[in-house]
């Protein structure tokens, strides 16, 4: 995918979306230190929890951030 004249990878990230003690929907990226987002249902939350975790890559040092390779085995299992 191209944007802007960059080449922009794919990465899937998982979050974390819980009910608000007040608010909407709180949503948290476990796997980028410090991404935290919120919404008023949880389409919002989700939404702006996207646009969170790619400022929050604009800024940080990818290197610190793990890799699923790195740190997890990640296995589907039926049961």
Known sequence: M??????????IYRIIIE??????FIAHCP???GC??????MEDAIEN??????GCLEVVDRELIP????KYTIVEVAI
């Open 31 to 33: 796997a980028i230190p």
């Open 2 to 11: 191209k944007l802007i004249g960059k080449e922009r990878s794919v990465m």
């Open 19 to 24: 009910k608000g003690e007040d608010f909407g």
């Open 49 to 54: 929890i996207k646009d969170a975790m790619i």
């Open 36 to 41: 935290h987002s919120q919404g008023r249902s």
């Open 67 to 70: 890799t699923v390779a790195d």
